[in-house]
């Protein structure tokens, strides 16, 4: 192997996240991990806590990654884009943003610009999600090296692309991310938030 093909084959490594991480914790650093107020779904875990656990529970899955339209708006076949990482995510916490997409754009119309409304797909574009997440969840901060600001379950908007923030953080304190970006990825819990420009960041109460 040359030293092009060398460093090709580095960078694949780097790029599909191969390379053996070792992750910290909360505890790590000192920050207290947040606890949300409110269990929507009264399961005994608290929004934020359960909001994190139903995006690892979804992507344990390992979604195939395409983007379809479903007719009765959640994809049920196996396949899913990072915007269904998030939508899974609230609704195992009891949140239906299908629904709550749909009725805030009919609320708001002129927020979202929408030509035609279409419940089954207008949750599942990012645009849409952070219209939403703007108007009805916490606005915080988009300095990732604020680290003690981010917290398992947070929402990080990137443009054309959006996650759950991990409980998990790497060496320096600053958070992985779980999503889903592409057909190649190998793993849905990631190193990226300082490889991407953030737009927005949201925690929901």
Same mark, same amino acid.
């Given at each position: 192997m040359g030293i092009a093909g060398f460093f090709l084959f580095f960078y694949?490594?780097?790029?599909?996240?191969?390379?053996?991480?070792?992750?910290?914790?909360?505890?790590?650093?000192?920050?207290?991990?947040?606890?949300?107020?409110w269990d929507q779904d009264q399961d005994g875990y608290d929004d934020q806590t359960d909001i994190l656990l139903s995006a690892r529970s979804y992507l344990d899955q390992k979604p195939k990654y395409q983007s379809k339209y479903y007719a009765g708006g959640y994809p049920d076949d196996g396949y899913g884009v990072c915007t269904d990482v998030v939508a899974a995510a609230f609704l195992g916490a009891g949140y239906d943003l299908r629904e709550r997409v749909h009725q805030d754009i009919l609320a708001r119309p002129e927020d979202y610009s929408i030509e035609i409304? !279409?419940?089954?797909?207008?949750?599942?574009?990012?645009?849409?999600?952070? /219209?939403? +997440?703007?108007? =009805?969840?916490?606005?915080?901060?988009? !300095?990732?090296?604020?680290?003690?600001?981010?917290?398992?379950?947070?929402? /990080?908007? +990137?443009?054309? =692309?959006?996650?759950?923030?991990?409980?998990?953080?790497?060496r320096r304190g600053i958070p992985?991310?779980?999503?889903?970006?592409?057909?190649?990825?190998?793993?849905?819990?990631?190193?990226?938030?300082?490889q991407r420009d953030v737009i927005a960041h949201y925690r929901f109460h």
């Open positions: 694949g490594l780097k790029f599909f996240h191969i390379f053996p991480t070792s992750f910290y914790t909360n505890e790590d650093f000192d920050i207290p991990t947040y606890i949300s107020a409304v !279409d419940p089954n797909i207008d949750y599942r574009r990012v645009r849409n999600l952070n /219209v939403y +997440f703007s108007a =009805h969840a916490i606005s915080l901060t988009t !300095d990732v090296s604020a680290i003690a600001e981010w917290q398992g379950g947070d929402i /990080v908007v +990137f443009p054309e =692309h959006i996650g759950i923030v991990s409980d998990r953080r790497n992985l991310v779980l999503h889903h970006a592409h057909p190649f990825q190998v793993h849905y819990e990631e190193d990226i938030l300082e």
